[in-house]
């Protein structure tokens, strides 16, 4: 029998499932049956004032858990409830430790993967006891049956890797035992992908074999949570009429109303919700959700920050030098928030020191700090400048990102990078440092390592070269951009613009210039900006910088 089931919390769900007259005589009974068993007694006086949660924790210390669970079988018998008896039984050696088994697996490979977790090869994969107790309160025992709550947090915060931790803590039997029987996961850059499904095909998506066990998953809906990470990526409104929602899991419908219906309750109501998703998701979903709970998830903390700058470095002394530096800096204190961003920080300013280099005239702005981190990138270690391939690599990667900019895409084929420059031996060396990453959910297709790095490699590409030789007509010219970007006709412009600014430093433009050469049109770019901005306003532009600069969280180049 697994040990991981045999937990005092199993052990309390199946007590609370006997009635009032049930628990009584399961305690009378309690009296004789372990000595029947060989087993010591619990003192009656213990026993007979004990709730069902201080008697699963009273069998749980008194006996082995076999023990513990030999005693609970014999009594439930006697008291007419074999039901639990192959209800426990079948959860122990049956369809949920295949499942579990199945789940553990799946997700360390995921863990150890994915390229986004190196900036966790510093930490274990196992939940921290300050992630333990915020996953814990999110679906607190008996408190709520049917909970929905919607984790909120900014892109590369880290609630993936949240998730999958939490799939892994549940797999391995240290998480929500008591409350689910079945934890599933559903990830929307995948379902962005399918057109009709049914719940039982989603389920069956991620069973380790053809046979899934539909009807027992379904028979205690209370016990399955539903989690959906990445939601705004599906950019579903939720407004389906009533009538177009469905109940029946079996049932083959598009994939919205599938979603819908299992979202707003239609589909296993007694069910429990995870929704993660970035802030800007549309807020009116939340009034079609049964009483959300809205959670946000902080990143990390400043002890946090700390510890890892110190694995970085393996050098205390210069770890906390960095540190230091990087705390008095509003604009990367706030950025290192981010796991992600905290390994763009940490590796640059790591760099820039051992260059002998003085941090507060390379690094002083975010603008200035990407910029040195990109371009060291593509410089030869050793050499004192980049070669003609390094060159051809980056102008590639800024083409691909601007064009993503300004058709909304975030993943990339192949083909998006062949159409970009980048060819098939490129992308090895595009991976190798780290500017790109796979994307887990399509196979041969890539994603920035942050949307902060496609948005500045997107700024870089007006400096290097023309929007009219860019092979996609939908990239606009620098005017647009900074329309677009001032007007906020694309919320998902972030930094675009201000990163466009903070290039027109001088300093800055000393850094692309060493690296590409002195062709760079950045007096073009000055001029038109300053026709474009008088003809609006000054005073638009510098309060919409603000509000970037403003923004809780935000990592900003504003002051750039």
Not at 174 to 181: D, K, N, R
Not at 397 to 418: H, I, K, P, Y
């Amino acid at each position: 029998m697994a040990s991981s089931f045999f937990s005092d919390f199993g052990l309390m769900w199946y007590l609370e499932e006997l009635k009032k007259g049930e628990f009584k005589k399961f305690k009378e009974l309690l009296r004789q049956e372990p000595l029947q068993l060989g087993l010591t007694q619990i003192p009656w006086a213990d026993v007979k004032k004990a709730t069902r949660e201080d008697l699963a924790n009273l069998l749980m210390k008194h006996y082995d858990e076999q023990g513990a669970w030999n005693v609970t079988f014999n009594i439930f018998h006697k008291i007419n409830r074999k039901d639990l008896c192959e209800k426990a039984k079948k959860e122990i050696t049956g369809y949920t430790k295949t499942y579990r088994a199945h789940v553990k697996e799946k997700f360390s490979k995921i863990w150890f993967r994915e390229s986004v977790t190196r900036i966790y090869n510093y930490f274990e994969k196992e939940l921290t006891q300050k992630e333990r107790s915020y996953l814990e309160f999110l679906f607190v025992p008996k408190k709520i049956r049917r909970r929905t709550v919607i984790l909120r947090g900014i892109q590369g915060i880290g609630k993936t890797t949240t998730l999958v931790k939490l799939m892994l803590a549940w797999a391995e039997g240290t998480l929500y035992q008591e409350q689910f029987s079945y934890v599933f996961y559903f990830c929307c850059r995948e379902l962005k992908q399918l057109t009709t499904t049914s719940l039982a095909a989603l389920i069956s998506r991620g069973w380790s074999d053809s046979l899934t066990p539909i009807a027992e998953i379904t028979s205690q809906p209370d016990r399955l949570l539903f989690i959906i990470d990445g939601f705004e990526v599906l950019n579903y409104s939720l407004n389906e009429p009533e009538s177009d929602l469905c109940s029946d899991w079996m049932e083959q419908r598009p994939v919205q109303v599938v979603l819908s219906s299992l979202l707003r309750k239609k589909m296993l109501p007694e069910s429990s919700l995870l929704i993660a998703a970035v802030p800007i998701y549309p807020r009116a979903i939340e009034q079609r959700l049964e009483h959300p709970e809205i959670k946000t998830l902080a990143g990390f903390s400043e002890s946090e920050k700390k510890m890892y700058f110190c694995c970085i470095f393996q050098d205390t002394r210069k770890a906390l030098e960095a540190f230091g530096f990087m705390k008095e800096n509003e604009q990367l204190f706030c950025m290192c928030q981010i796991p992600i961003l905290c390994w763009v920080v940490s590796t640059c300013l790591k760099q820039e020191m051992e260059k002998g280099r003085d941090l507060a005239l390379t690094c002083r702005r975010t603008t200035s700090l990407f910029t040195s981190f990109i371009l060291s990138l593509f410089t030869p270690k050793g050499a004192s400048g980049p070669d003609e391939q390094s060159q051809g690599q980056l102008k590639g990667l800024c083409s691909l990102a601007v064009e993503g900019m300004w058709t909304d895409t975030f993943v990339f084929s192949e083909e998006d990078l062949r159409r970009n420059g980048l060819v098939a031996s490129d992308i090895p060396t595009l991976l190798d440092v780290q500017a790109l990453q796979k994307c887990r959910e399509t196979e041969n297709s890539f994603t920035f390592i942050h949307v902060s790095i496609q948005e500045f490699c997107a700024a870089m590409f007006y400096f290097i070269k023309s929007h009219t030789n860019h092979p996609k007509p939908a990239v606009g010219c620098t005017e647009e951009l900074l329309f677009t970007y001032l007007k906020k006709v694309k919320v998902q412009w972030i930094y675009l613009g201000c990163f466009m600014f903070g290039l027109l430093n001088e300093k800055e433009q000393k850094k692309l210039e060493a690296f590409w050469g002195s062709h760079l049109c950045w007096e073009e770019i000055q001029q038109k900006f300053q026709q474009h901005i008088q003809s609006i306003g000054w005073q638009i532009v510098v309060s919409q910088l603000m509000i970037v600069k403003a923004s809780p969280g935000s990592y900003t180049a504003a002051r750039s």
